[in-house]
Nanobody, 120 residues
Framework: QVQLVESGGGLVQAGGSLRLSCVVS????????MGWYRQAPGKQRELVAS???????NYADSVQGRFTISGDNAKKTVYLQIDSLKLEDTGVYYC??????????????WGQGTQITVSS
């Protein structure tokens, strides 16, 4: 059974930094891409950043220049370095992994989420 375990959330003051980690376990199959999503209170879940197995990254405009996503394919791990945190970064951050089961089967798996709360 595929499991994604996130870590690194917490309470931090505005302007501070955090580093999130997410590890995929329970599958021998390749992870094509991983990403971080967040859901703020009362809002829909949104993409924050993503990275492919080839290293191509994508960021939401709201986090460009402050967030950095990186990955380790061999460890099936993705990181999110978050700097210059703002109050509006508060939310639950979810890790997503796109696992390649075959040439035609790609499935998304989600972590349970980790809370980030930014205080003033």
């Amino acid at each position: 059974q595929v499991q994604l375990v996130e870590s690194g959330g917490g309470l931090v003051q505005a302007g501070g930094s955090l580093r999130l980690s997410c590890v995929v376990s329970g599958t021998p199959f390749r992870v094509d891409a991983m990403g971080w999503y967040r859901q703020a209170p009362g809002k829909q879940r949104e993409l924050v950043a993503s990275i492919t197995s080839g290293g191509t990254t994508n960021y939401a405009d709201s986090v460009q220049g402050r967030f950095t996503i990186s990955g380790d394919n061999a460890k099936k791990t993705v990181y999110l370095q978050i700097d210059s945190l703002k109050l509006e970064d508060t939310g639950v951050y979810y890790c997503k992994a796109d696992v390649r089961y075959s040439a035609s089967i790609l499935r998304a798996h989600w972590g349970q989420g980790t809370q980030i709360t930014v205080s003033s």
